[in-house]
């Protein structure tokens, strides 16, 4: 099987993308729940959270055009797999930002994720992570922090105690990678032929493999959280966004499955989930155009959704920049109008009753102060 | 300056693979050829492993415990022994790779892993699961610089092979023990086993189809009988070499046209001496070198010279080596050899620079792969050509298994481990699509998984 049929397969839903995301937790004494959740690869914002009345959208996506989102509002309508979050925006439990970036702007993965993770103005600047610090902001935790990853993310990683804890099986390939792996191997005659029939079996077996779901992580995270002795602060990683073709059925299936984690998520905790937000980020976005193999490209702004019952949700925040050949970054990203920086800062300093400015300043280098960032988050009752 | 190209062969096709920390060697043929100086043939990492003889006595303790003991408290004893030995094999194998990640003499490491290999024996029998790592520190390590006949020797005399091929079975059929066992009028009459004759012919030196007959191997299996180890209530002897006199077939033995009149152990001896110093020999020796260094089809020219070598130096192995070096066919860039799956899991820990193995362990890691450390199915060992490797499902698992070995280690950033580790000699295509990756974790398991580092 080419690859190419290898990636419609996956598209006809088999199976979610988002396979064994990772979580890690940190002990702190508040009742509010804080959780992050970093899609790596750069998430395409533009058909997450479809700017559908703009004139240009259609123009610029041809193809990759969704042509039934969910209408939020008179300009932005949600990715059709979104239909947990559907739902908590109409209880006025989510909350989506869009055209938002964090000061990066070149477009490496592996740079913007340590611009994203670290807080720093530029990569490789800070070594620690702006999560950790949160932490060692928040009154003395209990007990250690615990990332259920083999290695803790850079986001967590700095003075306050962090350990780590993952399965001992080996975990099943992400498609992404899979993806990836047949293209290292389309110019090797022997290891071509040998991925393409591993490619097709696996496509057979698809449909009963065992395969570690975004609920699942949801869950075991909820299990943690839930626990009046556990864990305040979560972050929990999810890969497969770098959607540089093949995107409508992959992204599909990334959405469907960040849909389910969320969803799940809430489920488990339950009551504790009027005291929790999560906000979800990516390192970059993607270009607004279609590129010629049915996907697209490393952009800029990107969007950023946040979820829980402590969320002051039920709408879009966005400045919104436009699509029009004039308005986009470089002439071919959608620009960014909102700082994601400020985004983190404001909202993990409501959600903990922090003061907005020194939680800036602590987390984040690089954010400038931005006004139109407020009332993210619910006052902590009592 | 060495071409980059020189310096990723001797790193990766000769060595086990770059460790990112490592200087670049400037003169890729001296360092290969200065590894035989520093050769440690006892390194600390094995400081405090058990030795055949510790084992042995430990096992014949077990034995003589449960002797009187009544089938349950034998049961639960066995129960016991088998878990220990489980336990002991993993460390062994952690041991065994913990060298491998900590050697400076990558390339004499390597040889050691071949010659265990081909002097295979099986930890899948179960008295060989707690002496398998024993076997290789003790046989195989002290010799793989020395001579080929002191190295057969070792391998055929030590209790795990032995033990293995069955020849601690085998009696002569007119020995003293089978003459008193006929007066006791014994039902069954005792004979000999053939198994490790036949595999020191097919296997270990002359190889198969080299004008050997069965003849051949039936008197040479008359020869060995009486090459066995230590009993377990023989407690100061369990786990050693014993010649036992009263199981040798008395007479002299006539093998592929030469007679043989040496009495008890000194006629095996003598036969193993002309077998390790044949033609055959030198040539089987030099072919399975050439392919596992060069090439699944070795050019036949450099197994006429490898096995020219061999002969002239009378079997003397770092002569050998040294023809393999000076063999320019050894040094072309492109990477025929499909690594197998221990050889992939060591550089990819070597790589990262790990020097522990952490989780998931070495053992189940490796069964998982394919290649389970000293259990070969067959006393052939593992083969070493591409088709018995490169297959859909076992590339799947190397992916697996790369992306937790990435994700374990994302504190490197791929881009500048793939330029290391290949000496700046990687295919662009690799070089770009490490780059191209969504996250470090993924650049790295590509990286691991690339066409250049799958082969050597």
Redesign the interface.
């Known amino acids: 099987m080419k690859r190419r049929q290898f990636l419609t397969f996956a598209g006809v839903g088999l199976g979610s993308m988002l396979i064994a995301p990772?979580i890690v937790f940190a002990n702190v004494e508040t009742d509010r729940r804080f959780v992050f959740i970093i899609q790596?690869?750069?998430a395409d914002g533009l058909n997450t959270i479809v700017p559908y009345a703009d004139s240009a959208y259609r123009a610029l996506r041809g193809s990759l055009t969704i042509d039934n989102p969910i209408k939020l509002d008179g300009t932005f309508g949600l990715h059709p797999s979104l239909t947990g979050l559907r739902k908590l925006h109409r209880d006025k439990q989510a909350l989506f930002v869009h055209a938002v970036a964090s000061p990066y702007r070149e477009r490496s993965?592996?740079d913007g994720?340590n611009v994203l993770e670290s807080g720093g103005a530029s990569p490789y600047e800070r070594k620690d992570g702006w999560l950790n610090r949160l932490v060692g902001m928040l009154p003395k935790s209990r007990g250690e922090a615990i990332a259920f990853?083999?290695?803790i993310p850079l986001a967590l990683r700095g003075r306050a105690d962090v350990t780590s804890y993952?399965p001992?099986?080996?975990?099943?390939?992400?498609d992404?990678?899979?993806m990836?792996?047949g293209?290292?191997?389309d110019?090797?005659e022997?290891?071509h032929a040998?991925?393409s029939?591993?490619m097709e079996?696996?496509a057979l077996g698809a449909v009963s493999a065992q395969r570690k779901d975004a609920a699942n992580v949801g869950r075991t995270a909820a299990g943690f959280l839930s626990k009046a002795d556990g864990p305040r602060v979560a972050m929990i990683e999810t890969?497969?966004?770098?959607t540089h073709s093949g995107q409508q059925g992959r992204l599909a299936n990334q959405l469907r499955a960040l849909d389910a984690l969320i969803d799940a998520l809430r489920a488990g905790l339950g009551d504790v989930w009027r005291d929790t937000t999560v906000l979800v980020a990516t390192e970059f976005g993607r270009t607004a155009a279609a590129n010629g193999t049915g996907g697209t490209d490393h952009g800029t702004a990107s969007a950023a959704l946040l979820a829980g019952g402590a969320v002051n949700g039920g709408r879009v925040l966005a400045d919104w920049p436009g699509l029009s050949t004039g308005a986009l970054h470089q002439g071919r990203d959608l620009a960014p109008t909102l700082d994601l920086d400020a985004l983190i800062a404001v909202t993990a300093a409501e959600t903990f009753g922090l003061d907005p400015q020194e939680t800036m300043r602590t987390l984040f280098a690089g954010g400038r102060s931005n006004v139109a960032i407020s009332d993210i988050v619910h006052k902590q009752a009592g | 300056m060495a071409r980059p190209s020189e310096v990723a062969v001797a790193l990766n096709r000769f060595g086990l693979g770059a460790r990112p920390e490592d200087e670049a060697p400037a003169d890729p043929k001296s360092w290969l050829l200065a590894q035989f100086e520093s050769y440690d043939a006892n390194p600390a990492v094995f400081s405090g492993a058990p030795d055949s003889a510790t084992l042995g006595d430990g096992y014949a303790e077990t034995m003589l415990e449960a002797k009187g003991a009544d089938a349950d408290a034998k049961m639960a004893a066995r129960k016991t022994a088998r878990q220990e030995a489980q336990a002991l094999y993993r460390d062994e194998v952690d041991m065994r790779a913990r060298a491998a990640l900590a050697t400076s003499t990558p390339f004499v490491e390597r040889l050691v892993h071949f010659w265990s290999n081909h002097f295979a024996i099986s930890a899948e029998k179960p008295q060989l699961t707690l002496i398998a790592g024993a076997f290789e520190r003790e046989a195989i390590r002290p010799h793989v610089l020395g001579r080929f006949e002191d190295m057969l020797l070792a391998a055929v005399r030590h209790p795990a092979m032995l033990l293995y091929l069955d020849q601690v079975r085998s009696i002569g059929p007119n020995s003293r023990f089978a003459n008193r066992a006929a007066k006791r009028g014994g039902k069954r009459k005792p004979g000999i086993n053939e198994n490790l004759a036949r595999e020191i012919m097919e296997l270990h030196t002359l190889g198969v189809r080299s004008g050997y007959s069965q003849a051949d191997v039936t008197e040479f299996a008359l020869a060995l009988t009486g090459f066995s180890t230590g009993r377990a209530r023989e407690r100061d002897q369990a786990g050693a070499f014993t010649f036992r006199p009263g199981l040798h077939e008395p007479g002299e033995r006539t093998i592929m046209g030469k007679t043989y009149d040496q009495s008890g152990k000194r006629q095996a001896l003598a036969v193993l001496g002309d077998l390790a110093a044949a033609e055959a020999t030198a040539t089987h020796i030099a072919a399975k070198l050439a392919r596992h260094f060069i090439a699944d089809e070795p050019p036949a020219a450099v197994v006429t010279r490898l096995a020219e070598a061999f002969r002239r130096s009378k079997g003397d192995l770092v002569a050998v080596y040294h023809a393999l070096i000076d063999s320019p066919e050894a040094w072309q860039p492109a990477a025929a050899k499909?690594k197998t799956p221990w050889e992939w899991t060591i550089s990819a820990l070597r790589g990262l620079g790990r020097s522990d193995i952490g989780?998931?362990r070495l053992a189940p890691?490796l069964n998982?792969l394919g290649q389970p450390v000293w259990r070969p199915r067959s006393p052939a060992g593992y083969d070493d050509v591409?088709g018995s490797w490169?297959?859909?499902?076992a590339?799947?698992?190397r992916?697996?298994?790369a992306?937790?070995l990435a994700?374990?280690?994302?504190?490197v950033?791929?881009?500048d481990l793939a330029r290391k580790l290949f000496a700046g000699s990687l295919n662009e295509?690799?070089v770009a699509?490490v780059d191209?990756?969504?996250?470090?974790?993924?650049?790295i398991?590509?990286l691991l998984?690339?066409?250049d580092f799958?082969r050597r």
């Open positions: 990772r790596r690869g750069a993965h592996f994720q990853a083999p290695t993952a001992s099986a080996l975990p099943e390939a992400p992404d990678l899979m990836r792996v293209k290292l191997y110019a090797d022997q290891l040998l991925w029939s591993a079996t696996r890969s497969g966004w770098d | 499909f989780k998931p890691l998982q591409a490169a297959a859909p499902d590339l799947v698992r992916v697996e298994a992306q937790r994700a374990q280690s994302d504190d950033d791929p881009r295509l690799t699509e191209r990756a969504e996250s470090r974790r993924t650049g398991a590509l998984v690339s066409p799958q």
